[in-house]
């Protein structure tokens, strides 16, 4: 079994900034898959930003260029930093990792609005 811990979300302006941090219970040396996902109110979860063992990162069309995903394998912890946040941006974000098995968090909530 493998806990996964997320932080950082939370209320900002629109263009502001938050990073999130998804701390697992296990070492990600050698994880399959980990990342972010979110789901807005009313809609289905999607693909935020991840990481694929042999392919590297992923991030969905409009998060490009505003999302970026980093790791840090001593610490067991994958960050999303978010930059230029909209409105649109507002979700529960959830930590995803991929140890053969799928395991996810509990979620953060970021909300994006004036």
């Known amino acids: 079994q493998v806990q996964l811990v997320e932080s950082g979300g939370g209320l900002v302006q629109p263009g502001g900034s938050l990073r999130l941090s998804c701390a697992a219970s296990?070492?990600?040396?050698?994880?399959?898959?980990m990342g972010w996902y979110r789901q807005a109110p009313g809609k289905e979860r999607e693909l935020v930003a991840t990481f694929t063992s042999g392919l590297g990162t992923n991030y969905t069309d409009s998060v490009k260029g505003r999302f970026t995903i980093s790791r840090s394998i001593a610490k067991n912890t994958v960050y999303l930093q978010m930059n230029s946040l909209k409105p649109e941006d507002t979700a529960v974000y959830f930590c995803?990792?991929?140890?053969?098995?799928?395991?996810w968090g509990k979620g953060t909530l970021v909300t994006v609005s004036s």
């Open positions: 995803y990792a991929k140890y053969g098995v799928d395991y």
């Open positions: 296990r070492s990600i040396f050698s994880i399959n898959a």
